[in-house]
Every structure is written in structure tokens, then in C-alpha cells.
């Protein structure tokens, strides 16, 4: 009720759980950044952020430190572009039981994401694709550059889009919209992408931290904490109802990942050949 009573006479909110502080956490992919009540987390990988078991690993470990610390959390990047998705040099190379384990260290970080009770943002500049793109989706909001582009190119290389993709993106742009997504591998530009829903502001390339900030800084002054977990319970709750299961979307992934096609067309995407044209016919239900 403090912050009702506040509200009504107009005074300003004194959110709890402030501190201040300026440190930094380096690995050789992730940083992590603690400003007053933020913690910023910087993919640092390669220019592309490409997805595999150690950056996966760093940013799981990340996340849980900013939640020790920081009242919000922003995911960001210090390269050109946010994340191109998952590694498939690493991908094709995997057994039925490594591939279970990468996609449940993946899902480690989409859940955290999703569930943690504090706000979380995307800043993006760059390719957001594929597993990148689920990333900045299961953030609460999405901050773009203007040069930011997105997208679902799963389907292109012979692979899924399991983890959030097939699941959440119909909820957030309309199930045509998904389908032509998730179906084509089409790419979109950040003003196209907010145009649908999908990213909250664009913004200019030098702007793109300070307008994250912003929100960040907004929810943590302004709005009750305990009611910000709820809602985002309550979002989370009827969102789920009508998503399969993560377990389901696992397995059925790295049956995929391990499929002679998938690792042709891997071999093809990675020397920049031409992809050869498979066949509708041999395609069962």
C-alpha cells in the first residue's frame, strides 16, 4: 500500500534494494557490468556472437551474479552485432546426448530470461537472429539500433527454431506473420521489426544504451517491485498455456541437429556454397 499512498499524493516513489557501485566482472566472451542498480551483460565473443557451450555457460553464470547484485539486467554487446545465433560449426559435430545438454544449457538462459522477477532488456545493434533473436524475445523489452536486423534463418540451414521461436513469436506478431518468418527465414530491419511488434523502440546507433537505460531506470524508480514479478508471473502463466514443452522442443531439436541433412547443409553454409535444393516428396508427417 506505500506506494498507492505515494501515488495519490504525488511523491516520489524511494524503490528499495539501492545500491551503488562501479565494478566489472571479464571472461574471454561475457562481460559483466554493475552501474548503481544495473547490470549490464556484454557479449564479447566475436563479431558475430555465435552461440556454443562456453558463451552459453558465461552468460548463464553472468545472469545469475547480476541477479545477486542489480535490480535489472541489460543484455547487450560490445562487437557489431548482438548474436547470429548458434554456432552450427559446433552444432554438427554434436551426439544425440551433446545436443540434449547444449539445448538445455540454451534453455538455461531463455528460462532465466522469462521467469526472473526484475526487468530485463535487449539492446540490440547488429544481427539478432536465430537463437539471438529468442534471446532478446525472452527479454521484457527490446531496444534496436538502427541497423539492427532480425529474424528467424533457422529453416534455411536445416535447423529449428524450438526454443522460442516456433513457440512465443506467433504470440508476439500474429501466427501469419510467424509462419512467414519462421517458414521463408526471412530478415527483418529494425524499423520493419518494430512495425510487427517485435522490438519496443529503435533508436539511433549512439543512442541505443542510454535509451535501454532509460527503461530500466523508469521501472526501477517508478514501479513497485512486488507487483512487477506478478504481472510478469501472470504474462508468463498464460503465455505458457500455449507453448509446448520445453522438454518436447529439446528433443525433438537435437533429432534435427543430428539428421544427415542438417550437417549437409551446415557443410554448405560454412563454405559458402550454394545450398542444393532437397526434395518436398521425401518429407513424411
Not at 545465433?85 to 551426439?95: I, N, T
Not at 507453448?243 to 539428421?259: C, F, G, K, P, Q
Amino acid at each position: 500500500m506505500e506506494h498507492v499512498k505515494l501515488y495519490l499524493m504525488n511523491k516520489k516513489f524511494s524503490p528499495p534494494n539501492i545500491f551503488k557501485c562501479s565494478f566489472q566482472i571479464t571472461s574471454m566472451t561475457v562481460e559483466l557490468e554493475f552501474e548503481d542498480k544495473l547490470a549490464w551483460i556484454f557479449l564479447n565473443d566475436s563479431e558475430m556472437n555465435l552461440l556454443n557451450r562456453k558463451l552459453l555457460k558465461e552468460i548463464s553464470e553472468a545472469l545469475s551474479k547480476a541477479d545477486e547484485k542489480a535490480d535489472a539486467m541489460i543484455i547487450a554487446t560490445k562487437t557489431k552485432n548482438f548474436c547470429a545465433g548458434a554456432d552450427v560449426k559446433e552444432l554438427k559435430s554434436l551426439s544425440f546426448e551433446e545436443a540434449i545438454k547444449w539445448f538445455e544449457n540454451y534453455l538455461d538462459v531463455i528460462r532465466f530470461l522469462r521467469s526472473v522477477g526484475k526487468p530485463t532488456i535487449a539492446a540490440v545493434r547488429g544481427y539478432c537472429v536465430a537463437g539471438g533473436n529468442e534471446i532478446a524475445m525472452a527479454c521484457d523489452f527490446v531496444v534496436a539500433s538502427k541497423n539492427a536486423k532480425f529474424g528467424q534463418p533457422e529453416v534455411r540451414v536445416g535447423s529449428t527454431a524450438m526454443g522460442l521461436g516456433v513457440q512465443l513469436l506467433p504470440l508476439i506478431v500474429g501466427e501469419k506473420r510467424a509462419r512467414e518468418l519462421l517458414l521463408t527465414g526471412k530478415i527483418l530491419s529494425a524499423e520493419e521489426a518494430y512495425r510487427i511488434g517485435l522490438v519496443n523502440r529503435v533508436v539511433e546507433d549512439e543512442e541505443l544504451e542510454k535509451s535501454a537505460k532509460e527503461i530500466a531506470m523508469d521501472i526501477i524508480e517508478n514501479c513497485s517491485p512486488q507487483a512487477f514479478r506478478v504481472i510478469k508471473s501472470g504474462l508468463n502463466f498464460w503465455t505458457e498455456l500455449s507453448m509446448i514443452n520445453y522438454e518436447v522442443a529439446r528433443d525433438l531439436t537435437s533429432l534435427v541437429w543430428l539428421s544427415g541433412e542438417f550437417r549437409e547443409r551446415c557443410e554448405e553454409f560454412l563454405s559458402k556454397k550454394k545450398f542444393r535444393p532437397r526434395d518436398f516428396l521425401g518429407i513424411t508427417r
